[in-house]
């Protein structure tokens, strides 16, 4: 339920910075690996310290499509 609620108003809750792609962006690739490093520490997940650049990569391409495309992601 809870993911379904955040999942539902993040186009909202974020519209304004989607207006400010760069910051968007760089966000998106900083914080993106932040949460996975953080359920690393819990034991929730297990990966190299290499995969987290690709995790950053990863959360930057979401964040660059979704402000190229705004109805791509919903």
Do not use: C, K
């Not at 400010?20 to 962006?25: C, E, G, H, T």
């Not at 297990?46 to 499509?65: G, H, K, P, T, Y």
């Amino acid at each position: 339920g809870m993911w379904l609620g955040f999942v539902l108003t993040i186009q909202h809750s974020l519209q304004w910075l989607r207006e400010r792609s760069y910051i968007y962006i760089i966000g998106f690739a900083i914080f993106g690996p932040v949460s996975y490093i953080a359920g690393r520490s819990f034991g929730v997940i297990q990966f190299d310290n290499n995969a987290v650049m690709f995790i950053s990569i990863a959360w930057a391409l979401v964040a660059w499509v979704s402000t190229h495309r705004p109805n791509a992601i919903y």
